[in-house]
């Protein structure tokens, strides 16, 4: 599908002036969706600079983690929604890969992640994957894989059942929509390693969190981290 989409974007931008995903503005092949201007003005958060970042506070007071961040804001009102909104469900795969570089080179930038033995980008189930075409989230964590130098295994982890988005939840029961929602494949592909979870938009981290549970149950010796693209006030209280 990738060769094909690349075909077809040579074709169309031959024939057709491409607009920038996050503010409309038109914009050459070559940048990948988001013009330089946005580019500058990107929400970053900064969280992978410190340990004790919002994102870590939250999701080691429910599961132990070694390190967690996220790359930049996600609310109702800023444009960037639009570009995570166009790569979840406009197929815009190619900005979910250059996201995750750009991600993944501020991480390896930091220092912390320097350890990392393998990522895993949060799964999808077979028929959602099917239905969209792709996961996000793997192209999120391929690009970071590219910046690391780390590999990605994408079979280790599976979805069990094609829950409902969380959007469609309320806070509160969106803990019992993700229960027991993962399950690990092969464990031994994660024995003893330090394990990288990448995921698109980090919300209430109910899903985050099940899967962390889920790997930790099946291999309880491994470390894991997480990085996610975007992070919402629900998780910063920032407003």
Request: with cysteine; glycine share 6%; net charge positive.
């Amino acid at each position: 599908m990738s060769t094909l989409g690349s075909i077809y974007r040579a074709i169309r931008s031959l024939l057709l002036a491409e607009e920038c995903i996050v503010c409309g503005n038109n914009i050459s092949h070559n940048m990948h969706g988001i013009c330089t201007m946005c580019r500058f003005n990107v929400p970053m958060t900064y969280f992978w600079r410190d340990k004790e970042n919002p994102v870590y506070e939250k999701l080691s007071a429910l599961v132990p983690i070694a390190e967690a961040s996220a790359f930049i804001y996600y609310t109702d009102k800023s444009p960037w929604r639009s570009m995570i909104h166009s790569f979840k469900y406009r197929n815009a795969w190619r900005t979910a890969l250059d996201m995750g570089r750009w991600y993944g080179a501020e991480l390896k930038a930091s220092g912390r992640y320097d350890d990392i033995d393998v990522i895993i980008p949060v799964p999808l189930h077979p028929l959602k994957r099917i239905r969209r075409g792709y996961n996000q989230s793997s192209y999120i964590a391929d690009g970071i894989s590219q910046s690391l130098g780390k590999r990605v295994l994408r079979r280790a982890t599976r979805r069990r059942r094609n829950n409902p988005s969380q959007t469609h939840h309320r806070a509160h029961d969106r803990w019992g929509n993700v229960e027991a929602l993962f399950s690990v494949t092969r464990p031994e592909e994660l024995a003893g390693k330090h394990i990288l979870i990448v995921d698109d938009v980090l919300t209430t981290g109910a899903t985050m969190i099940s899967l962390i549970q889920s790997i930790l149950e099946a291999v309880p010796d491994c470390r894991i981290s997480v990085a996610t693209l975007a992070v919402t006030t629900y998780i910063t209280a920032i407003r």
